[in-house]
């Protein structure tokens, strides 16, 4: 009698008139009559699919598997007891996990609620799965809203799960094999598993994001750290890269978040995310939404470095792009610079690398030797250097090579003689040099002889002072991650400061300050006090004798209590004609 009625209703849907049932029914009724060609007399079984089948999609959804499994096993303890079952399906909608009472077990297998069943609506008709897959949002199916009369003692609430592009991954379902007639008694269970497929997204998010920013969401500043409610994954740039559904929702109404700038949806900028850390209070970390309203943010920095951005593949051109483009941030004249030094890696054109002490001349030269796979790699510095270091450095050397000439300025004229002498004989050795002094200055002023010079700078690049830069935030991150461990995090004033300053001594002082607040902060938190005084800074330059008297004018000492290269130090001396005391 009552798969009579349910066979008329059917019939009544299909000629125009709702059911009274929600629309997402009546619309799965329709498509299963006229879309799959089904028939609501018949009453066929769960279909399961073959065991090759099952192993094959167990296998394609096993990331999916293992992010959901804790989510699953909490949603069964708190159900316990109340005869619910619980499936996660493939986005095919066949079953690849269980989670329900053994002692139902041969009933949960005729019932279909068991590994291996497929629940897509094509095949199994109107269903929680099925529906959920086809409308992309949360569903109960209840008892005889199933299109199959096999089906209409049973109760089922299913959430999608997408992955973090937005594509259904996933489909969270929990079910009954009997259940009370108003349909209503599923609520609870409607707001279990949607629970549940968010923190499942989450999860798997945050999984995915190790090497990114993270940014949570919460309406309520409480569950902000424990339990936010949305989340997406942020490049280097600040453009979206991974997102739960909720996060599409809150941000964009539901249009795809991904590629889009955070400054376009938020009223904050990448450089804004440090101060939405863990160490500022709850309450004081709110957003801005576009549509005028506000959530609480929570940001969390990259664990490991960051992948490269350019040239994902695994040719040659990436590995250059990999170790080049590490070097800098969004700072677009080192984006000029590090393009041109990409392209002139792998030739023989002899490079000159200027800049100020500390700024990364040598870090640049050492990346364009990688870069350009070209065997062996030799360094000297040619502060002081004798004929004789130069001979034995290059005793070893034979085929194609780089040779690092640091601080070519302070190349003693005895020696440039010999370094020309020895650039012949090593042929496929290129030079690199690098210097502070502007490249006009170096033949003006004599510090180089012209010949030589004309033969060391085939190309100049220019790296510029680090206060010129626009990516010292960038920087700071990844100088922090490098000098003190993934642990330590500044506090917004201390990453102010730092922002604030101007940094005479370049990336060199910057790691300085670093491993000195690192050294002194009592938590892995760095706070404005941990952080040495710039007047600490620049008394060093300034003191320079006293230092000198203080290590009995031994350059090594005194470059380490500098935290300056002994070349520096030497340059210091000349500049402010320092005699060292008889
Ligand atoms: N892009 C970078 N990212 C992180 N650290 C860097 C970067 N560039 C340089 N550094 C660090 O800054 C310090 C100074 O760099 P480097 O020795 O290359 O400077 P330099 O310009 O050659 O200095 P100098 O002229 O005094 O010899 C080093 O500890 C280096 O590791």
Redesign the pocket.
């Known amino acids: 009698m009552v798969e009579h009625h349910h066979v008329e209703e059917i019939a009544q849907v299909l000629d125009g008139h709702p059911s009274g049932r929600d629309s997402y029914v009546d619309a799965s009724w329709r498509r299963c009559v006229e879309l799959y060609g089904m028939d609501p007399t018949r009453s066929d079984p769960a279909h399961i699919v073959t065991d090759a089948e099952f192993r094959a999609h167990r296998e394609q959804a096993d990331w999916m598997i293992g992010a959901a499994r804790s989510g699953l096993q909490s949603l069964f303890r708190q159900v316990a007891g109340q005869n619910y079952v619980l499936l996660l399906t493939d986005a095919k909608g066949v079953c690849v996990d269980f989670f329900g009472d053994d002692l139902f077990l041969d009933e949960l297998r005729r019932a279909g609620l068991y590994l291996g069943s497929n629940w897509s609506e094509e095949l199994a008709g109107t269903c929680g799965v099925g529906a959920c897959i086809v409308t992309g949002e949360p569903v109960t199916v209840h008892q005889d809203d199933h299109f199959g009369n096999a089906h209409t003692l049973l109760s089922c609430t299913s959430a999608p799960i997408f992955d973090s592009l937005g594509q259904l991954a996933a489909v969270l379902d929990i079910s009954l094999l009997r259940s009370p007639s108003p349909k209503s008694s599923q609520n609870l269970a409607m707001s279990l598993v949607t629970a549940a497929a968010r923190r499942v997204e989450m999860a798997n998010l945050m999984a995915a994001s190790r090497r990114e920013w993270v940014l949570r969401f919460s309406s309520s500043p409480e569950f902000l750290d424990v339990d936010p409610e949305a989340a997406v994954s942020l490049d280097g740039s600040g453009r979206v890269i991974g997102a739960t559904r909720a996060a599409t929702q809150m941000l964009s109404r539901g249009d795809s978040l991904i590629g889009r700038r955070i400054d376009t949806l938020l009223g904050l900028s990448v450089d804004d995310l440090p101060d939405l850390m863990r160490d500022r209070p709850t309450e004081e970390r709110v957003v801005a939404l576009g549509d005028g309203g506000a959530v609480f943010g929570h940001a969390i920095a990259p664990q490991a470095p960051r992948r490269s951005q350019t040239n994902q593949g695994s040719t040659s051109r990436h590995a250059r792009g990999g170790v080049l483009s ?3 941030g969004s700072d677009p004249t080192m984006g000029r610079l590090l393009a041109q030094a990409e392209r002139l890696a792998p030739t023989h054109v002899p490079l000159l690398i200027c ?11 050492r990346a364009i030797h990688m870069a350009s796979r070209r065997g062996g790699f030799v360094s000297v510095d040619c502060a002081g250097a004798q004929p004789e270091d130069l001979r034995q450095a290059l005793a070893a050397q034979s085929g194609p090579g780089t040779l690092l000439l ?2 070519i300025e302070d190349l003693p004229t005895d020696t440039a003689r010999v370094l020309a002498g020895l650039l012949d004989a090593h042929p496929d050795l290129r030079p690199i040099s ?1 210097s ?1 002094t502007e490249p006009s200055d170096l033949v003006s002023q004599e510090r180089l002889p012209a010949t030589l010079y004309f033969r060391l700078s085939g190309s100049v690049l220019d ?1 510029p002072p680090l206060r010129e830069r626009q990516d010292l935030g960038w ?1 700071l991150e ?2 922090l991650r ?1 000098h003190c461990g993934g642990e330590m995090r500044l506090t917004p004033s201390a990453r102010a400061e730092l922002l604030a300053r101007e940094w005479p001594g ?3 002082e ?2 300085n300050v670093l491993d000195v607040a690192c050294a002194l902060a009592e938590s892995t938190v760095i706070d404005l006090p941990d952080l040495p005084d710039v007047t600490e800074t620049r008394d060093k330059e300034q003191d320079l004798e006293a230092i000198l008297d203080a290590c009995d004018w031994n350059m090594a000492r005194a470059a380490r209590r500098l935290g ?2 002994r ?2 130090v030497l340059r210091r001396i000349r500049k402010q004609a320092l005699r060292a005391p008889d």
């Open positions: 590490a070097l800098a800049g100020e002490s500390g700024s990364g001349k040598t870090k640049l030269a640091r601080h690098t502070a790296i920087l990844r100088l490098r370049n990336l060199r910057l790691g300056v290269n070349s520096t």
